[in-house]
């Protein structure tokens, strides 16, 4: 599954989805905001994406994850 979102995600709710007893681990990994930059508070973030070249680029990250380390489900 890849996805943009505009809206924050529910973690919990998506490893559930993607735990299963025959699976040996759900690994996940999450990003979170500085309150700096450049000696600089930070305020907020804006993100912009070509969306199209996004998605594309995301599924063959997915692609490639899949074929090198045999896995069954992804969530990008």
Do not use: C, N, W
């Amino acid at each position: 599954m890849v996805r943009l979102v505009r809206e924050p995600i529910d973690v919990q709710a998506l490893r559930a989805s993607l735990l299963r007893p025959e699976d040996g681990a759900v690994v996940t990994f999450e990003g979170t905001v500085r309150d700096h930059a450049r000696g600089r508070k930070v305020r907020y973030l804006e993100y912009h994406a070509y969306e199209s070249m996004a998605l594309r680029k995301l599924e063959e990250i997915g692609e490639r994850a899949r074929r090198e380390y045999a896995i069954r489900d992804i969530a990008i």
